[in-house]
């Protein structure tokens, strides 16, 4: 196609001298050299028209031509894309199958600012459960007795024990070893009932306990923690 665009081409002036061979073939006794001009000048439009007409055209054709060929190397650049992409994940997934571990998530959560304390496993069975535990659990020595804990015993291990209807059964041992020689409730001192309900409460909401469950209890702790008994100096009313 030709490079110059002819939507920019000039109207010559056919009466210049450049000119004067082809209107002397057209020059007469009834047609002077002026109206040879205008007629030439028409001529040209005429033919300039059809030009710039076929030039757009062409240059139409050329640009769809171009933009076609673009989409098609974008979508074929895509589908590469896609296959490399499917690729690397079926990769992944085979080597996620074969190291879990490598490729286990790690939580988002924030580094403790204090001290961790985990209560006995039996105690956390309890919670989980919904069930009564016995506070001891959550003291500061229950704590410490927890974190001494051997973990290398097996906690698949099972021991007989007898339930609360008086039959015996096999319950696993990392569920009832913790509940040997515990102090009961009534026998704690204010200091380690202050201990468990801390303890106890963050458990509580770490098991997912209801809102207004755990709002009951700290009531319930806040009024023992406030009466004028556990402040008193008398140690036979504490």
Same mark, same amino acid.
């Given at each position: 196609?030709?490079?110059?665009?002819?939507?920019?081409?000039?109207?010559?002036?056919?009466?210049?001298?450049?000119?004067?061979?082809?209107?002397?073939?057209?020059?007469?006794?009834?047609?002077?050299?002026?109206?040879?001009?205008?007629?030439?000048?028409?001529?040209?439009?005429?033919?300039? &028209?059809?030009?710039?007409?076929?030039?757009? &055209?062409?240059?139409? /054709?050329?640009?769809?031509?171009?933009?076609?060929? &673009? /989409?098609?190397?974008?979508? /074929?650049?895509?589908?590469?894309?896609?296959?490399?992409?499917?690729? *690397? /994940?079926?990769?992944?997934?085979?080597?996620? =199958? =074969?190291?879990?571990?490598?490729?286990?998530?790690?939580?988002?959560?924030?580094?403790?600012?204090?001290?961790?304390?985990?209560?006995?496993?039996?105690?956390?069975?309890?919670?989980?459960?919904?069930?009564?535990?016995?506070?001891?659990?959550?003291?500061?020595?229950?704590?410490?007795?927890?974190?001494?804990?051997? &973990?290398?015993?097996?906690? *698949?291990?099972?021991?007989?024990?007898?339930?609360?209807?008086?039959?015996?059964?096999?319950?696993?041992?990392?569920?009832?070893?913790?509940?040997?020689?515990?102090?009961?409730?009534?026998?704690?001192?204010?200091?380690?009932?202050?201990?468990?309900?801390?303890?106890?409460?963050?458990?509580?909401?770490?098991?997912?306990?209801?809102?207004?469950?755990?709002?009951?209890?700290?009531?319930?702790?806040?009024?023992?923690?406030?009466?004028?008994?556990?402040?008193?100096?008398?140690?036979?009313?504490?």
């Amino acid at each position: 196609m030709q490079a110059e665009d002819l939507n920019l081409a000039v109207h010559p002036d056919f009466s210049l001298e450049d000119f004067s061979d082809a209107c002397l073939q057209l020059t007469n006794n009834t047609i002077d050299d002026e109206q040879v001009a205008g007629i030439l000048g028409i001529l040209w439009d005429i033919q300039n &028209a059809k030009d710039v007409q076929r030039w757009n &055209a062409c240059r139409e /054709e050329e640009t769809q031509m171009a933009r076609d060929l &673009a /989409e098609q190397a974008a979508e /074929e650049l895509a589908q590469h894309q896609r296959c490399l992409r499917d690729e *690397e /994940e079926a990769i992944l997934a085979e080597e996620d =199958k =074969k190291n879990k571990a490598k490729y286990a998530p790690v939580p988002d959560i924030e580094v403790p600012s204090g001290p961790v304390n985990i209560p006995a496993p039996y105690a956390t069975h309890k919670l989980k459960k919904g069930e009564y535990c016995k506070l001891y659990f959550f003291t500061n020595v229950g704590l410490a007795e927890a974190e001494s804990f051997n &973990a290398s015993i097996n906690d *698949e291990a099972l021991t007989l024990l007898k339930a609360d209807n008086g039959q015996h059964v096999w319950v696993p041992v990392s569920n009832s070893r913790d509940k040997l020689a515990v102090i009961k409730d009534k026998d704690l001192t204010w200091e380690q009932f202050g201990e468990a309900a801390v303890c106890l409460m963050n458990t509580m909401r770490e098991h997912d306990w209801q809102k207004d469950r755990v709002d009951m209890h700290v009531k319930f702790w806040t009024a023992l923690e406030e009466h004028p008994w556990c402040h008193s100096p008398h140690n036979h009313q504490k």
